[in-house]
């Protein structure tokens, strides 16, 4: 079945994660972590594996993955911190998930308590109904959540129809150059190019449609013969 080969798959990256990044148990202690082909057996060493990690409560796969792929990077950097020093972070104001961005505060201003227990809990639990990956600030999951649903399930996106048909294989093409020599950008970096894509398009409907109301103001203008004068 596609849910057994999935788990499969999902199983074996955990199982690289551990052997080349993440290094938690001895080479002997992973021996369980290579059952993929017997997923009951897995199962409970994946169990016993997310509880050594100090993995949070995550529902989802997805959330699962991305928060072990998270705790990967930070080792990765951990290992070598000066292989890094050349990277200049932008400035960008400090947010550590405590602090709501100016957009959710003015959007809920100050009526809800953004950070009560309640509040995260149900976030969490819409993201996990959306397929949202987690992220430890749970306001930046409701960014992501508000988009989904501008995209997907506004009023504006009732009636569209699916798209359907083959994918466009823009990881494999020449369509689209952005990376240099380095082989292991050239496909996040072709995804991110697309994301700025579309929001280029994006910024042109916005374009057309202002010219189309300013065009249509100026073409239908309202006159009022009373505030005119004749003479001096």
Not at 50 to 55: G, N, T, W
Not at 126 to 145: M, N, W, Y
Not at 162 to 181: A, L, Y
Request: proline fraction near 6%; charge should be neutral; aromatic fraction near 6%.
């Amino acid at each position: 079945p596609a849910s057994t080969a999935d788990r499969k798959e999902f199983a074996s990256t955990i199982l690289w994660l551990e052997d080349q990044k993440i290094r938690l148990y001895t080479i002997e202690d992973r021996d369980k972590l290579r059952n993929l082909e017997d997923l009951k057996l897995w199962e409970e060493a994946y169990v016993k594996y997310c509880s050594d990690l100090s993995m949070p409560a995550l529902e989802t796969q997805q959330e699962q993955l991305t928060w072990i792929i998270g705790h990967a990077i930070r080792l990765e950097f951990l290992d070598d911190p000066q292989q890094y020093s050349s990277v200049q972070p932008q400035d960008e104001p400090k947010n550590n998930g405590t602090t709501a961005p100016q957009k959710v505060q003015t959007i809920f201003d100050g009526k809800i308590n953004i950070n009560d227990k309640e509040f995260i809990a149900a976030v969490r639990q819409l993201a996990t109904k959306l397929q949202v990956p987690h992220h430890p600030s749970h306001l930046l999951q409701l960014e992501a959540i508000a988009r989904i649903v501008h995209e997907r399930l506004s009023a504006a996106a009732k009636d569209r129809k699916p798209i359907t048909g083959t994918p466009f294989p823009f990881d494999k093409g020449n369509d689209i150059v952005v990376s240099g020599n380095d082989a292991a950008l050239d496909y996040p970096m072709r995804i991110l190019r697309l994301l700025q894509i579309q929001s280029l398009r994006q910024l042109q409907t916005h374009i057309n449609e202002t010219i189309v109301a300013v065009q249509s103001l100026t073409a239908n203008p309202k006159t009022d013969t009373k505030l005119g004068k004749v003479g001096r």
